[in-house]
């Protein structure tokens, strides 16, 4: 059973930069798609960006000056760095599988709460 | 890249049927059969209910079923169970995925 985990600093201050990792178990890296998508304090769900396993990004171009998302096959992990946060990226961010560029996410990770505060 | 727009809320006794919708743009919803659904109980995972636009992953109830025409695709419950009552979230390709609004469903 495919597992993934968010880990990180749960506690960011404003202007620095978040950065969370995606730990995947139970299945490979190889030929899915890995997003990052959060879900801010009483609104809706916001997708971030996907890495594909052969390393190529897409990005929500309202993020996508600050975001980078990158890759570790050798220890299954995929990351998320959002720079110059604010307050309102202050959400729960979750890592998800999908099988394609599309994102039906079918495997979720159980997300984590980052707040931006000094 | 602007959000789907969906309805706030829908609200249905046991056993109705309920349909949310989900409109987007030419761009969007229109131009691809890429349309998926999530269901998200408050403090919970959320899950796939539906992917290109009717499909159903393995082990989701028959009960929910997905359409589409033009900008607007739907998700329609039938069958409505209180395990029914979460938010549901669209999802859209649009060049990259954009999420709906997302709809609050209230069992009565």
């Known amino acids: 059973q495919v597992q993934l985990q968010e880990s990180g600093p749960g506690l960011v201050k404003p202007s620095e930069t978040l950065s969370l990792t995606c730990t995947v178990s139970?299945?490979?890296?190889?030929?899915?798609?890995w997003s990052w998508i959060r879900q801010p304090p009483g609104k809706g769900l916001e997708w971030i960006g996907y890495?594909?396993?052969?390393?190529?990004?897409n990005y929500n171009p309202s993020l996508k000056s600050r975001v980078t998302i990158s890759l570790d096959t050798s220890k299954n992990q995929f990351s998320l760095n959002l720079s110059s946060v604010t307050a309102a990226d202050t959400a729960v961010y979750y890592c998800?599988?999908?099988?394609?560029?599309?994102?039906?996410?079918?495997?979720w990770g159980q997300g984590t709460l980052v707040t931006v505060s000094s | 890249q602007s959000a789907l727009t969906q309805p706030a809320s829908v609200s249905g006794s046991p056993g109705q049927s309920i349909t949310i919708s989900c409109t987007g743009t030419?761009?969007?919803?229109?131009?691809?059969?890429?349309v998926s659904w999530y269901q998200h109980h408050p403090g919970k995972v959320p899950k796939l209910m539906i992917y290109?636009?009717?499909k159903r992953p393995s082990g989701v109830s028959n009960r929910f079923s997905g359409s589409k025409s033009g900008n607007t695709a739907s998700l329609t419950i039938s069958g409505l169970q209180a395990e029914d009552e979460a938010d549901y979230y669209c999802?859209?390709?649009?060049?990259?995925?954009?999420f709906g609004t997302g709809t609050k469903v209230t069992v009565l």
């Open positions: 890495i594909y396993y052969s390393g190529s990004t």
């Open positions: 030419s761009s969007d919803v229109g131009s691809y059969n890429l």
């Open positions: 998800a599988r999908s099988g394609s560029y599309a994102l039906p996410a079918d495997y």
């Open positions: 290109e636009v009717s």
């Open positions: 139970g299945g490979s890296i190889s030929n899915y798609y």
């Open positions: 999802c859209s390709y649009a060049g990259s995925p954009v």
